[in-house]
């Protein structure tokens, strides 16, 4: 029996002490991030230096992903788990307690929240409760929509990589240099072509553009959705219509995965247009990269309310 | 001796009594420089905020071009600077445009009295709260008096009533970088005198940050047994246990108090091992209950990942042990579920899963002339499910229509009873579900076992009406597939 524990203790002791814990410099750095908009942002930043994989892919709506064990084997050798922070993607920790791997556990150093410094937009004041639909108690999650938050973002992701390969921070540096550099020339065209139409009023399917419209001055006059993440009553769309006719709202934003027939019909009986913006990197096939994504979503809004 | 006494005692109850002046100035004092550290700290981001904005302006007017409100590209990767608070949230919502600074509750605010739940109304990251939620489940069931008479209905002894099954209370977090824990405590109704009972339902600790990928689970939990089992009653597919797990496990399924362990081998594809050791606390399975006779418990799972035609789970599990009366128990299960999702959908169109068990057991047999004797026996049983939620939007997607069909023979009798179930639930939100079913049950030879005899064996056919309404409120985990 006490040869048994002994053994046993032995085995523990040599269990925990060979665990991996540093990286090799010569190997990339895998890292799985929860969406493709944190996927492109990190591929960017780490350059040829990391492999980067999503565990939600662009044509999912990431509210509510379906748990699948095929996620747990991405996380399962994972350096780097990069996240939205913000209760978008709450979902993970059952991919992270599928998982097995210890590196990517809260509280572990590859773990990166993106949200970090992020102005949250539409942060609850009052009591929240589930009367008032999905609402996010922490603020508004889709921050990513935002190019002005690039800077932010990939510093917190910058942060992250450097913290587990600490001898690539200067490329990691340059390479977010570069991206920030394409990122406000391009930010100039955009804001060109959405200049004409700031203030224009837009309703939106669910709140996934809040940080894109604030950026470029739009206005969002209500939502298809009754509530965030509750289906539309009847009652609700017949005072949507009316309210968009008196603020004569010309565009109503939907995500690929909402119900496109109900928004075309709420648009034309209220005389405005449907189109389908990009919520995230891959949600259209146009929005293939992270600037191709809201070059798309300047153009589509800028063409519709020409 | 006693004036000693009573001297100390007024001495206490002057110190309590008393005003203690130097102790509020001191709190004070402390309150005051924790409130001159916030407004420094206030202070200093939006000296930063400021400074951020001068240098922008700068660039501007040189002819750089940037994004309204791009940090400079080489500000510190460690400190983000705050930015300007976007414009566009529109007024009269209750939401503001950014959480004001300092909001985060000081340690002060901490010790003060509050209301309950006040600070978690300021919910804000940085604040230290484990998650918490409420589920309630309720059953009403309609039936045949002699069903009722002799207890012989889907739940036992409740049958023409309307009661709680399971209203749960849930705490789950992490406490600290290493584990996280589970706590539920259940309340709901088993008898027809109206008395709730109450209990533990899982109370454990998961170590996470094991090497090598494994973890380790310890306390009482749901077994990882098949696919059921580890699920609480208010999550199933469906309204009632199947027959072959309330026949071989009972109405509360396997809960046992012990270790379980698994590890993810580094494949490419995913492959989950597990071991446990358990007291063996089963009522009709495995009820030794001692850890030194231990009931050890086994899983493979795998999983197949079909993308857009959805995906396929197996599982195979054992659980092997003693029974009360101390003669060996092995129950072998394979269980599958396929689950198919149209691009695009937020909930599956299609779900069937089904599970087959096998109970291999010692049973003790009396025979007629009062001797008992030890026998082998061998019984299968198995379920299987279907729900098809067939529209992708509107009112109608909100429906789902179920079926299910179970057959299973009894593991310490012989006889048979196999059942159909169709039902129809109906989803307000992802949170509220109700759900109107009809169950018919045929069992044959039926059933000392099974104590019917008292009316002649009358509850062989079983037709069974349910209505169930189920609510989460607060925090509810995703659910793995």
Known sequence: MRRLLIFALAAAGAWGLGAPSVTPAAEKLRVVATTTDLKALTEAVGGNLVEVDALARGSQNPHDLEVRPSLMIKLRRADLLVTNG???????????????NSKVVPGAPGRVDVSEGIPVLEVPTTRVDRSMGDVHPVGNPHYTGDPGLVPIMTANILDGLARLSPESRATFE????????????????????????????????????????????LVKAGAVEDRPGIPPTPDHLVRLIAGMKQDRVKLVVVEPWNDIKLAERVAQDAGAKVRILAPGVGAVKEADTYLNMIDYNVRTVAEALQ | MRSMVAFAFALGLIAQAAPAPAQDAEALRREMEQMRKQFEAMQEQYKKAMDMMTERLE???????????????????????PMQP???????????????????????????????????????????LFDMGVTGDFIGNLTQHNVQKNQGGSFPGLENLFFPREIEVSFFGQIDPYARAEVRLEAGQDSRSGDLSFNLAEGNLTLMALPYGTQLKMGKMRNRFGYLNEIHAHDWPFIDNPNVLQQFFGTEG?????????????LPFYLQLLGGVFNGENDVAFGRDQISNPLVTGRVRTFFDLEDWGAIQLGSSIAAGQTPQQKSSTIIGWDAKYKYTPPGWQHAAVSVVGEYLMSLRNVVVTDPDGIDTTRFRNSQGFYVYGGLQPFAHGELSKWLLGFRYDRTQYPAASGTEWAVQPFLAYYPSEFLRFRLGYKQTTRSQCCS????????????QVSEYFLQGTFIMGAHPAHPF
């Not at chain 2, 529109?90 to 959480?99: E, H, I, K, S, Y």
């Open chain 2, 254 to 266: 396997l809960v046992e108090s012990g270790f379980e362990a698994t590890w993810v081998p580094p």
């Open chain 1, 174 to 217: 340059r390479n977010r240099e570069q991206f920030l550099r394409q990122v406000d020339q391009a930010f100039v065209g955009w804001k060109r072509m959405l200049d004409p139409f700031r203030g224009a009023k837009i309703v939106q399917y669910h709140p996934d553009f809040v940080y894109f419209f604030a950026r470029f001055g």
């Open chain 2, 59 to 81: 660039r501007v007017e040189k002819g750089a071009q940037l994004p309204a409100a791009a940090a400079p590209v080489a500000a510190p990767a460690a400190a983000p600077a």
């Open chain 1, 86 to 100: 913000l209760e978008l993607d709450m979902w993970a920790e059952v991919v992270v307690q599928g998982a097995n």
């Open chain 2, 449 to 460: 076992y099974l104590d019917f005899q008292d009316n002649g064996g009358s509850a062989k």
């Open chain 2, 86 to 128: 976007a414009q566009g949230s529109p007024p009269g919502t209750g939401l503001t445009a950014q959480r004001p600074p300092g909001s985060d509750p000081s340690p002060l605010d901490l010790i003060k009295p509050r209301q309950p739940f006040a600070l978690y109304e300021r919910r804000g990251r940085g604040q230290l």
